[in-house]
């Protein structure tokens, strides 16, 4: 955010504006009006692209059915999606300091904790964005079968659960970060590391120490179930289990952000000043 | 005394080829107790055509009859699948995520059917048999069912036509709105 960009937040005080609401509104028009916003999305719509043309067209993956097009698409986008509104999140406070405007912003009449919830809002907006983008996809590859809603559904509450838990992440992370590259790196290694269950083989997810393992884990847990549902056509209520560490993980990540934002959103990347 | 000798040299001969024989039939025996009577099983298919197209999934039944007097344990049974032209790849691991099952003990006379529960991923013409092995019957051949004759249709589940102007579309939508807010911007005075 610019400095000049700063002034906005006291104007709109002045009228009697919620604090947070004026961070969001003014995070939201940096994001998309300066173009960062649509410049990620662009990339995640060639993705999606890239994926749907390679499952509609290419004879290997060909063999896969339409439900399995479908959940992979998805949970495609879920996880870019959550990777997006991750970068966003980490770049939040540490990115201020880095460009020299968190000063501005502290002096501003809006308390920290309202600083960090409209920041993580505007982050989390990448996210409904992605969404947006995704349903022609699905609606595409799903055309035909009764799943195109119970999947764009089941990928909205999904992927809302864990953008919130990332987004959540990464502004905790960006809040004690000494540096933005720091920030991103810490945020990209977490996430990664979350990821890399996925690619356990199968055998190595079986027994009660897998599925416990597969369970406690926000992403593999979400995945899990996007995947019960669109595949498998289970209910929504019958693997519901499943969304209780993505619960558990936005509610708390959630709530620690404007917690931890009203204490440590400072100059020096968390240690006291 | 020369004459004498032939006699002692005669039965030693018998005394050591008896000793022989009574040392080397145990042995002999416990051979062919390792390698274990083939046991006469017969192994049946309820089909030995079947048709599908690629991704379609099908299930199919075996019978294992066990023809011995006795009754026979340690049976094996296991589900090849088989590219009956050549250039096809097959990975029969892809196909059934449980192609071999330990079987109970089957009496004399018994028989037990086993559902196969398999996934066509390969397009073409495929060759399927189930082959039952006792586990202790090292160096004998396995009881082989009748070849199940896969013919599998290349199939589009997806009508890929109407997947480029979405895939296009989309991305040059988003990067014409990016677009057009980065000349925007650039206008706005100040910037």
Redesign the interface.
């Known amino acids: 955010m610019a400095a000049v960009e700063q002034r906005p937040y006291e104007a709109s005080r002045e009228k009697g504006g919620s604090g947070w609401a004026i961070v969001l509104a003014q995070e939201l028009r940096d994001l998309?009006?300066?173009?960062r916003g649509?410049?990620l999305?662009?990339g995640f719509?060639?993705l999606?692209?890239?994926i749907?043309?390679l499952?509609?067209?290419n004879?290997a993956l060909?063999?896969?059915?339409?439900r399995e097009?479908v959940n992979l698409t998805l949970q495609v986008a879920i996880a870019v999606g959550g990777l997006l509104t991750l970068l966003a999140a980490a770049d939040t406070v540490s990115g201020e300091r880095e460009r020299g405007t968190l000063e501005t912003l502290l002096l501003t009449p809006v308390s920290r904790r309202q600083v960090v919830t409209g920041k993580l809002l505007a982050a989390l907006s990448l996210w409904l964005v992605a969404f947006a983008?995704t349903v022609?996809?699905v609606w595409?590859?799903g055309r035909g079968l009764l799943i195109v809603t119970e999947a764009l559904g089941t990928g909205l509450v999904v992927g809302t659960l864990l953008a919130v838990f990332l987004a959540s992440l990464g502004v905790v992370i960006s809040l004690f970060a000494g540096s933005n590259r720091v920030s991103l790196s810490v945020s990209l290694f977490l996430l990664l590391a979350l990821f890399a269950p996925t690619q356990l083989p199968s055998s190595a997810q079986q027994g009660w120490a897998g599925e416990l393992f597969l369970r406690a884990n926000p992403i593999t847990a979400g995945e899990h179930y996007v995947g019960r549902i669109v595949v498998n056509s289970h209910s929504w209520s019958e693997d519901v289990s499943w969304l209780l560490s993505p619960l558990v993980a936005a509610v708390v990540f959630a709530v620690a952000v404007p917690v931890l934002g009203a204490r440590f959103l400072r100059l020096g990347g968390g240690r006291a000043k | 005394m020369s004459r004498l000798g032939s006699p002692v040299a005669l039965l030693g001969a018998l005394v050591a080829a008896l000793l022989g024989a009574l040392l080397a039939v145990p042995l002999l025996a416990a051979q062919a107790q390792a390698a274990g009577p083939s046991p006469r099983l017969s192994v049946t298919v309820d089909r030995t055509e079947i048709s599908t197209q690629l991704g379609g999934k099908f299930a199919f039944r075996s019978t294992i009859t066990n023809n011995d007097p006795a009754s026979v344990s340690g049976l094996i049974a296991h589900l090849n699948v088989v590219g009956l032209r050549d250039g096809v790849y097959v990975d029969p691991e892809d196909w059934s995520s449980q192609r071999t099952h330990y079987l109970e003990p089957l009496p004399a006379g018994g028989s037990t059917t086993i559902t196969w529960h398999v996934h066509a991923v390969d397009d073409g013409v495929l060759g399927m048999y189930i082959a039952v092995l006792p586990e202790s019957g090292v160096g004998l051949p396995p009881a082989t069912s009748p070849m199940i004759r896969l013919t599998v249709a290349e199939k589009q589940t997806l009508n890929s036509g109407g997947i480029i102007p979405l895939a296009l579309g989309i991305p040059a939508l988003i990067g014409l709105l990016t677009l057009g807010v980065r000349v925007r911007r650039g206008r706005q005075p100040g910037r």
């Open positions: 998309w009006l300066g173009g649509l410049l999305s662009f719509s060639i999606l692209s890239l749907a043309y499952v509609a067209t004879t060909n063999f896969l059915e339409q097009s983008i022609p996809y595409f590859l």
